[in-house]
């Protein structure tokens, strides 16, 4: 079987002493995109963290590649193509949109051409400044800026966190078109599991550090009855998505 892009292999990680991930495995095939789903504190951004070098992991491997970078620095694993978009989005208020995104610039098949392609309303804003931008334009800027780094592998905590629901629909179906990128991986932490799946192509759910379920995004979302025993996700919930 072909090497997966990230397989992670009984990972267990926290911050200081503390274990938050408690023997974690996954594996995410090349150019497809996870979803990671759990209720408050199952461990969703450490995973992130981990993944980036942030946490100290005390059993376990991390294979991106083919190669081991359980051990890597943080930054030499953005150079081997980890590509982060933090939940708390770090655009440049006094540069203009543009320029925000020329200056991480980096060679590869992600350009500006490519980028305002996906974000169509960044185009219209080129010339706006990061602090005349709404939360959701925000958004979209601080994605953009790290497909400008030419990552291989995009990781999204919560991209649609605080927005307005005309921006999410919009938001989602650029992120979605990104999770269908062939030459991109994607890993996308999202509180609203309907709308993670749907965007997806896998899903792992995450409680209390360990993943309880692991598998194909549409059958976790056709399954109403799974679904609600993970992740609690009634009716109403449904419905609203
Ligand atoms: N910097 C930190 N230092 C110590 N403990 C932390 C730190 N960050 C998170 N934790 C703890 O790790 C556990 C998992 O938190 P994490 O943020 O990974 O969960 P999450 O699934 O992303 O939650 P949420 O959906 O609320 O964002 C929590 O118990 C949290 O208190």
């Given at each position: 079987m072909a090497e997966p892009a990230l397989a992670f292999d009984g990972v267990t990680a926290g911050y200081g002493a503390a274990a938050?991930?408690?023997?974690i495995s996954f594996a995410l095939p090349q150019g497809q995109s996870l979803a990671v789903l759990g209720r408050n504190g199952a461990g969703k951004t450490t995973l992130l963290e981990t993944l980036m070098g942030n946490t100290r992991v005390a059993r376990g491997t991390i294979r991106w590649q083919g190669h081991?970078?359980?051990?890597?620095a943080p930054h030499r694993r953005a150079r081997a193509g980890l590509g982060w978009v933090p939940q708390e989005r770090a655009v440049f208020?006094?540069?203009t949109v543009e320029e925000n995104l020329r200056v991480v610039a980096r060679a590869g098949p992600w350009n500006l051409q490519r980028v305002y392609g996906f974000f169509p309303r960044l185009r219209e804003r080129?010339?706006?400044?990061?602090?005349?931008?709404s939360g959701g334009e925000q958004q979209m800027l601080a994605i953009a800026r790290a497909l400008m780094t030419n990552p291989r592998l995009l990781l999204l905590d919560?991209?649609?966190?605080?927005?307005a629901p005309t921006v999410v629909e919009e938001l989602a179906r650029a992120v979605r078109a990104l999770c269908e990128a062939e030459d991109l991986a994607s890993i996308v932490v999202e509180q609203q599991p309907v709308l993670a799946l749907g965007m997806t192509h896998q899903a792992i759910v995450l409680e209390r550090g360990q993943v309880v379920h692991a598998g194909d995004s549409r059958a976790l979302a056709a399954d109403a009855a799974l679904l609600e025993r993970l992740l609690g996700v009634g009716l109403t919930k449904m419905l609203f998505n």
């Open positions: 938050v991930l408690d023997g081991d970078i359980t051990a890597l208020p006094s540069l080129r010339r706006h400044y990061g602090n005349q931008l919560e991209p649609m966190e605080g927005l």
